[in-house]
């Protein structure tokens, strides 16, 4: 019963996005993989001076190399999903709402971010993962396994996105990858210099496209991720239009504060 509900829900996620017919058996197939810490990569690439970058944020690495977990098979298509960082980065994020850089004040005590990040895990679809291949260098004689300390941080970081409260995360990854929108996916799971840990999501299928959170702590035991900036990207004064409409011809009618 619990497999066909979890099924079912699935189904329901993503089925409404287009008309095609995908099985319940696969996305749950899928959905449970994702849910496992990977066994091994799937395949590695070297990278080097590269940027990662969404909605205000990047992910700027100097070196190291990239571990791609082993695609979903769904509807007899394979899909990339998500792979392991490893080496020397810079997580980068700076909302540029006043509002939002508020709120990074109050958590980090700073309008921005700017860390060193040895370990990440990274959620997207197959774009992102296009972007990856070919900024990076394949890797011919990578280890087939693990080694101990990447394993360590792997195992930590899938902990938390697999979480009771956390698998929305791997919900809407599952829907990005199966039915992908005009702006790519990426969720990005750090392990920063200081232990902070942080997600950062860029989600095109959400009214607020941009989340940033952080690891809730009490005596290094960590609690929940909990929400640190959130909103949508046509916040951004930048944009000309929204839904089609000129932003000069918007006009607020009125606040209510309760």
Known sequence: ??????????????????????????????????????????????????????????????????????????NGARHDWGGLFVGKGLFQFEPQLPMERNQ??????????????????????????????????????????????????LETLHAHLTRNENKAYLFEALRNVTFPLRRPFLLVDADLDDATEVFYIFNPAQREEVSLLKDYKEFFVSFFMETVCNYSVYADRTYRKINGINRERIKTSHYTIN
Do not use: K
């Not at 619990?2 to 996305?27: F, W």
């Not at 993962?129 to 280890?143: I, N």
């Open 104 to 153: 990074m004040q109050l958590f980090f005590e700073s309008d921005s971010l700017n860390r060193e990040c040895e370990y990440a895990v990274m959620l997207f679809n197959d774009t992102v993962a296009a972007w990856l291949r070919e900024a990076g260098t394949p890797v011919e004689d990578a280890p087939a396994v693990w080694d101990e300390d990447a394993r360590d941080e």
């Open 1 to 74: 019963m619990r497999r066909l509900m979890i099924a079912l829900v699935l189904a329901i996620l993503v089925a409404p996005v287009t008309g095609l017919a995908i099985g319940s058996a696969d996305l749950y197939a899928a959905y449970e993989q994702m849910q496992q810490v990977p066994a091994q990569p799937a395949e590695v690439i070297e990278l080097a001076d590269y940027t990662l970058e969404r909605h205000d944020f990047a992910f700027r690495i100097e070196s190291g190399r990239f571990f791609f977990f082993e695609p979903l098979d769904i």
